[in-house]
């Protein structure tokens, strides 16, 4: 074959080749099309569309009078897309305006545009308020999202901030209420369906399916806002007065177990939970276990009355002030001598309550101390509560139970100490506490109420009446006369505890506090006030009772009953007897107004003999009647005769006019005030036009 030939032939079968590739082509799309169409057509769809979240609105947080506690407001993160077209031209114009906006430095601004890890994309600044929104977004520069969230806002500051806890940047529960009813709160998203463009660009679809976001409820409190600061600030000034190196302070209804008011000193600000350290979020009065001290004699006393081993009368001999119990040496402050078991919890004898204790069976005084709630829980609605430590009777040493009777070997929360003494105020009952009042929906309807729950029945009531006035005495006479509010009666315990670091008791480091209720009648109010390591005094009489003491005097005008107490309403003077006014002769409507104005009580004329004349009226004109009293008239019986003119001096021009005008006599009218004189004399015919001057 000649060599064109050849470059013939090897031309037509490349061509030949060539021309294939397109039906090759077709081939492979029909195949496409008809095995793997409707897959691919379906990814092509999901792939265009989408969706966007639409946030719930977390649930606000309200106190006991409806004032907004925890709320939220919109705030907004700046994020940027330095590759859109535009945004170089103004970067510089850009980064200097935000500076000055915000008081971000340029340049850290622009280090982080430079250093972003995404091509596309860098988030600013968060936080932003809808002013600073507002102005960045007329600047329209290109690549700039602002994108709008929602940031959680504490009205009130650091006040009950324990109570409340905080979140995290994201709105998630991190302490304090908004934890343990983050579920609650938080809601849950929505979202709405848009579609994607080819390139990315996200739009809204008409009919799109929309699933709306379902928001979360709004939460009560039993706290008021009021009471509530006003124990903050007592406390404060009751740790920063003892040098204490911190303090707590919770104030329940012994009845209903409500939680009235709960404070920490050191405390944070919720809005900025990072500027402060573990300790000033810890809350204290459900996390911290301490040997309570003194104020755990309510156990012993309750244990030895209710099993009879003692009764308040009793007589029990503390000697010089001291004793050994299973070798170990127990002292008292003083030397009591012989005392009745009245005066052993009243001036706190740590001799005559040992020994008193030591008549019990181990096993029902750990019975009894397990009744009023020490080695478990509360239960309170509010998390990280610890329940405290309580050794079973098997695990005891010859000197436990001398040593529980006067709040060693055992350790308790403030909380659970407050609750047994709510079950002395409240004849015996072992209630548990709880912060949350209720709950709404966004409409407002209450979702879920909180009830009275009693945990158990702790001791008798009877015990409880039998107590009471010992108790009482610790405040009249004992070691809380600094708790002492003339007019209120009080009933509570004082607490001493010396502090064990590393191993054994410091002599020098004390817990000092007091617990106790009022009106000791018909108790209102149980509060516990407990102080660390106070530097003036390791007494909880000298230390933590004042700070009691001035909470109550100020809480007293939020609650009404204790208010009468303190500042009983005199009686007021009865009113003197007055001369009862003559109205026979007048129209019977205008005689009982004049009565009434008087100060009497006069059932009204029926209304056929309003505009009669009153012809008897009882008691007689004259008589000396206190203000108040009922008078009765008596119209007169209906007159065929002409009527005549009655004597209308002394009434309003209203009254007179009133009833000459609806017996058609025309009336002119001289002056203001009352009928001093009129034209025509009383007991003369009607006439048709009269003159009264009045003044």
């Not at 406390?235 to 911190?246: P, Q, Y």
């Amino acid at each position: 074959m000649e060599a064109k030939d050849h470059i013939l032939a090897r031309m037509y079968v490349v061509l030949t080749l060539v021309s294939l590739v397109p039906l090759l082509i077709v081939g492979q799309i029909v195949r496409i099309y008809l095995t793997e169409g409707t897959e691919l057509r379906e990814r092509g769809r999901q792939q265009a569309s989408a969706s966007i979240t639409l946030p719930a609105l977390r649930g606000s947080i309200l106190d006991q009078a409806g004032r907004t506690l925890a709320a939220n407001i919109a705030r907004y993160d700046l994020a940027l897309d330095p590759t859109v077209p535009g945004f170089a031209e103004q970067a510089s114009t850009f980064f200097d305006r935000l500076s000055r906006l915000t008081g971000q430095s340029a340049a850290v601004l622009r280090r982080r545009v430079a250093q972003r890890t995404s091509r596309q994309y860098v988030l600013l600044l968060r936080n932003l308020d809808e002013a600073a929104r507002e102005e960045i977004a007329s600047w329209k520069v290109p690549g700039v999202q602002l994108q709008e969230r929602f940031s959680r806002r504490y009205n009130y500051g650091p006040t009950a901030a324990h109570v409340l806890g905080h979140v995290s940047v994201d709105g998630q529960g991190m302490a304090g209420l908004e934890l343990q009813l983050d579920e609650v709160l938080k809601g849950r998203p929505g979202r709405r369906a848009v579609q994607r463009d080819r390139h990315g660009v996200r739009k809204v679809r008409v009919d799109g399916a929309v699933v709306e976001p379902e928001h979360g409820q709004t939460v009560v409190l039993t706290i008021d806002l009021v009471r509530q600061s006003i124990l903050e600030e007592e406390l404060a000034r009751g740790v920063a007065e003892s040098g204490a190196r911190w303090g707590t302070a919770i104030a329940m209804d012994p009845h209903t177990g409500a939680i009235l008011a709960l404070a920490n000193v050191p405390t944070y600000d919720p809005n900025a939970p990072g500027r402060y350290d573990d300790a000033a979020r810890r809350n204290r009065a459900i996390t911290d276990r301490i040997e309570p001290g003194s104020t755990f004699k309510l156990v012993a006393a309750v244990a030895a009355v209710e099993q009879g081993v003692v009764t308040l009368e009793d007589s029990i001999e503390t000697g010089d002030g001291w004793a050994v119990f299973g070798g170990r040496t127990v002292k008292d402050t003083h030397a009591w001598g012989t005392i009745s078991f009245a005066d052993v919890i009243a001036l706190s004898s740590n001799v005559g309550m040992a020994k008193v204790a030591s008549r019990l069976d181990p096993g029902v005084f750990y019975q009894y101390a397990r009744n009023l709630g020490f080695g478990q829980p509360t239960w309170v609605d509010l998390p990280g509560e610890v329940g405290g430590t309580l050794k079973k009777p098997n695990a005891w040493s010859g000197t436990t139970l001398t040593s529980m009777s006067r709040g060693y070997e055992v350790d308790a929360t403030p909380l659970q100490m407050l609750t047994a003494y709510c079950a002395l105020a409240n004849g015996g009952l072992l209630v548990r506490p709880y912060v949350v009042a209720e709950r709404r929906d966004m409409l407002g309807r209450t979702v879920w109420r909180a009830s009275r729950d009693s945990i158990r029945r702790a001791f008798k009531p009877a015990t409880a009446r039998a107590l009471l006035p010992a108790f009482e005495r610790v405040v009249e006479e004992g070691t809380a006369t600094q708790a002492r509010i003339e007019g209120l009666r009080i009933a509570g315990k004082t607490g001493t505890a010396q502090k064990a670091v590393g191993g054994s008791y410091d002599r020098h480091a004390y817990r000092a506090s007091f617990v106790g209720f009022f009106p000791a009648e018909a108790p209102e109010v149980a509060l516990i006030v407990v102080l660390d390591e106070p530097r003036t005094s390791g007494y909880g009489g000298v230390v933590a009772a004042p700070i009691f003491r001035r909470v109550a005097r100020r809480w007293a005008g939020t609650l009404p009953e204790v208010a009468r107490r303190l500042a009983p309403v005199p009686d007021l003077p009865e009113p003197p007897a007055r001369a009862v006014p003559d109205v026979t002769g007048q129209p019977a409507t205008v005689a009982a107004s004049r009565l009434m104005a008087a100060g009497y009580r006069v059932p009204l004329p029926d209304p056929a003999d309003r505009l009669r004349p009153v012809a008897v009226q009882q008691p007689a004109p004259n008589t000396l009647l206190e203000p108040g009293a009922r008078v009765r008239l008596r119209a007169a019986a209906p007159d065929t005769t002409a009527p005549v003119m009655p004597d209308v001096t002394g009434l309003s021009v209203r009254q007179a006019v009133f009833w000459l005008a609806a017996r058609g006599v025309h009336v002119e009218v001289q002056g203001h005030g009352r009928v001093a004189a009129q034209s025509v004399p009383a007991g003369a015919a009607l006439p048709e036009r009269v003159v009264l001057r009045c003044r």
